[in-house]
């Protein structure tokens, strides 16, 4: 008896999610022109790029469920947004509101579920995120906002920074430390209008990295409706987890389409720049040698990030996801940032050129190694559950 697997199933996408990669890459490659545009729309109009946004809702390209294996689940969200980042498109606002309406969906409740997600699904609003603080940054252990139960609902005072989108955002979910008067008791996760009294946003001045304008978030004794608890009050944890799986998966393909994109610029370049010798310089080792190093670790990083996402819409143990998770987002950054280091190395002064765009693409790529969650955080889980060695927090 033959124990070799259909061909189908050897490592390869299905046909339905090669189909929506397909439909996805030819539609990017049609915005492709428009790229500088689509990032400038939506830092200086605080919206996504309308025409861009409509073909997304079209294409049912925004209801993409973590978890569902009936309309492509996770891994569809990560290739239509690959393939877009493959065109130099780097979409961030859709990867913190999957990720979110996933965390919404897994720990609820009803009517928050009933709210947001079909929202979300449709396209019609974004969601933020505000868990880093300025003294503990990814340690959400040590966050020191503070969300206190009042009649009614609840009370929140604290710092977030940095937080991404907040001009575009309908709600940001607020992660926050559970007070029962004096007494701290868990962590709290609501969803908080950002333009609600109490509430400061201060912009960053980041230069747009990720192609969104980033903010300082204060939140002093903020009143929030009882409707906005996300999961249960104390287990704001609860919903942290299912958030992190999704958003390192999506974090992980961006990277990796950015990857692509800077590989295949570098590749054209380097046959067209002549700098001495009358040849171009991808005949020379220094340069094509690290673009076909880069391009096997696409290759790996990228079965990587497919078998993530695959894993949290097949409903594996949780554990198993966010080991795959953790370790694709710390392959992808550095996949990506090496990527656009060499872009940078091949097109030579080219790339400086801030008409080019080409600064831009380094400094997100390098900002990924950093955010939304840190490289070093990242292998801290590996280290802890992957290795069972010890934690110190």
């Given at each position: 008896?033959?124990?070799?697997?259909?061909?189908?199933?050897?490592?390869?996408?299905?046909?339905?999610?090669?189909?929506?990669?397909?439909?996805?890459?030819?539609?990017?490659?049609?915005?492709?022109?428009?790229?500088?545009?689509?990032?400038?729309?939506?830092?200086?109009?605080?919206?996504?790029?309308?025409?861009?946004?409509?073909?997304?809702?079209?294409?049912?390209?925004?209801?993409?469920?973590?978890?569902?294996?009936?309309?492509?689940?996770?891994?569809?969200?990560?290739?239509?947004?690959?393939?877009?980042?493959?065109?130099?498109?780097?979409?961030?606002?859709?990867?913190?509101?999957?990720?979110?309406?996933?965390?919404?969906?897994?720990?609820?409740?009803?009517?928050?579920?009933?709210?947001?997600?079909?929202?979300?699904?449709?396209?019609?609003?974004?969601?933020?995120?505000?868990?880093?603080?300025?003294?503990?940054?990814?340690?959400?252990?040590?966050?020191?906002?503070?969300?206190?139960?009042?009649?009614?609902?609840?009370?929140?005072?604290?710092?977030?920074?940095?937080?991404?989108?907040?001009?575009?955002?309908?709600?940001?979910?607020?992660?926050?430390?559970?007070?029962?008067?004096?007494?701290?008791?868990?962590?709290?996760?609501?969803?908080?209008?950002?333009?609600?009294?109490?509430?400061?946003?201060?912009?960053?001045?980041?230069?747009?990295?990720?192609?969104?304008?980033?903010?300082?978030?204060?939140?002093?004794?903020?009143?929030?409706?009882?409707?906005?608890?996300?999961?249960?009050?104390?287990?704001?944890?609860?919903?942290?987890?299912?958030?992190?799986?999704?958003?390192?998966?999506?974090?992980?393909?961006?990277?990796?389409?950015?990857?692509?994109?800077?590989?295949?610029?570098?590749?054209?370049?380097?046959?067209?720049?002549?700098?001495?010798?009358?040849?171009?310089?991808?005949?020379?080792?220094?340069?094509?040698?690290?673009l076909a190093r880069l391009t096997a670790r696409l290759a790996a990083?990228?079965?990587?990030?497919?078998?993530?996402?695959?894993?949290?819409?097949?409903g594996a143990a949780d554990t198993d996801v966010a080991a795959d998770?953790?370790?694709?987002?710390?392959?992808?950054?550095?996949?990506?940032?090496?990527?656009?280091?060499?872009?940078?190395?091949?097109?030579?002064?080219?790339?400086?050129?801030e008409r080019n765009g080409w600064l831009d693409h380094y400094l997100?790529?390098?900002?990924?190694?950093?955010?939304?969650?840190?490289?070093?955080?990242?292998?801290?889980?590996?280290?802890?559950?992957?290795?069972?060695?010890?934690?110190?927090?």
């Amino acid at each position: 008896m033959s124990l070799a697997p259909p061909a189908e199933s050897l490592f390869d996408l299905s046909a339905a999610h090669r189909a929506i990669r397909d439909e996805a890459s030819r539609v990017a490659a049609e915005f492709a022109p428009r790229a500088h545009e689509i990032r400038r729309h939506l830092i200086e109009h605080s919206e996504m790029h309308p025409q861009l946004w409509r073909v997304f809702r079209e294409n049912g390209w925004c209801a993409y469920t973590p978890g569902s294996t009936e309309d492509g689940g996770l891994l569809a969200a990560a290739v239509v947004l690959a393939a877009f980042a493959e065109q130099g498109i780097v979409l961030w606002m859709p990867v913190l509101s999957t990720a979110i309406a996933h965390a919404i969906a897994v720990v609820g409740p009803d009517s928050a579920r009933a709210t947001w997600l079909p929202l979300v699904a449709a396209g019609k609003i974004h969601l933020g995120m505000a868990a880093t603080e300025p003294d503990s940054g990814h340690n959400l252990f040590a966050a020191r906002t503070e969300i206190r139960r009042v009649e009614g609902g609840f009370v929140v005072r604290g710092l977030k920074r940095v937080t991404s989108g907040l001009d575009v955002v309908e709600r940001v979910l607020v992660f926050g430390r559970a007070f029962e008067g004096d007494r701290a008791n868990g962590y709290t996760t609501l969803l908080v209008d950002p333009r609600a009294p109490g509430v400061t946003v201060t912009e960053i001045p980041m230069r747009f990295r990720e192609g969104v304008r980033q903010f300082q978030l204060e939140l002093d004794d903020v009143a929030v409706p009882e409707d906005a608890l996300v999961g249960r009050e104390g287990g704001g944890l609860f919903a942290l987890w299912p958030f992190t799986d999704v958003e390192r998966v999506l974090t992980a393909a961006l990277c990796v389409g950015s990857a692509d994109y800077a590989v295949r610029s570098a590749v054209v370049r380097a046959k067209e720049r002549v700098v001495a010798g009358g040849v171009p310089i991808g005949v020379h080792q220094a340069v094509s040698h690290p673009l076909a190093r880069l391009t096997a670790r696409l290759a790996a990083t990228r079965l990587l990030v497919h078998r993530a996402a695959a894993r949290l819409d097949a409903g594996a143990a949780d554990t198993d996801v966010a080991a795959d998770a953790n370790a694709a987002k710390v392959l992808a950054a550095d996949l990506a940032f090496d990527a656009a280091d060499h872009a940078v190395q091949v097109f030579g002064a080219d790339a400086w050129d801030e008409r080019n765009g080409w600064l831009d693409h380094y400094l997100d790529a390098r900002l990924s190694r950093s955010g939304p969650v840190s490289n070093e955080f990242a292998l801290n889980y590996l280290a802890e559950h992957a290795l069972g060695l010890s934690a110190h927090r």
